[in-house]
Nanobody
Framework: QVQLVESGGGLVQPGGSLRLSCAAS????????MGWYRQAPGSERELVAT???????NYADSVKGRFTISRDIARNTVFLQMNRLTPEDTAVYYC??????????????WGQGTQVTVSS
C-alpha cells in the first residue's frame, strides 16, 4: 500500500517561508515522479511543482523563483521550500507520486493534504 504523508503546513505571514515534506512508503521512490499540487477554496487543484527520477524539475509560473522542489532518496522524502509567500499561496497542498508500487502497480497516488495559510 502506497502512503504519502505530508507535513510542514501552517500559518505564516506574507513574505515568510515554509518547508513542506512528504514521506513516501510502498512506492519505488527512486524512479517515481513526485510532485506538489494545491487547491484553494472554490478552485480546482493545480500543479505547483514536479521532480522526476532524473531530478528534472517543473514549476507553475506563479511560483517560479520562489518555490523549490527537491527529494532525498535515502529518506524517501520530497520537499517543497516555499519563500516569499503571498496570500494567493493559501491552499491545501497535496503530495503526488506517479510510479510503481512495491506490489507492482503503476498508478498516481495522493497524500491527504496539508493546509498552508498566508495571512497577517
Amino acid at each position: 500500500q502506497v502512503q504519502l504523508v505530508e507535513s510542514g503546513g501552517g500559518l505564516v505571514q506574507p513574505g515568510g517561508s515554509l518547508r513542506l515534506s512528504c514521506a513516501a512508503s510502498g512506492i519505488i521512490f527512486n524512479v517515481a515522479t513526485m510532485g506538489w499540487y494545491r487547491q484553494a477554496p472554490g478552485s480546482e487543484r493545480e500543479l505547483v511543482a514536479t521532480i522526476t527520477s532524473g531530478d528534472m524539475t517543473n514549476y507553475a509560473d506563479s511560483v517560479k523563483g520562489r518555490f523549490t522542489i527537491s527529494r532525498d532518496i535515502a529518506r524517501n522524502t520530497v520537499f517543497l521550500q516555499m519563500n516569499r509567500l503571498t496570500p494567493e499561496d493559501t491552499a491545501v497542498y497535496y503530495c503526488n507520486a506517479f510510479g510503481m508500487s512495491i506490489s507492482g502497480q503503476r498508478n498516481t497516488y495522493w497524500g491527504q493534504g496539508t493546509q498552508v495559510t498566508v495571512s497577517s
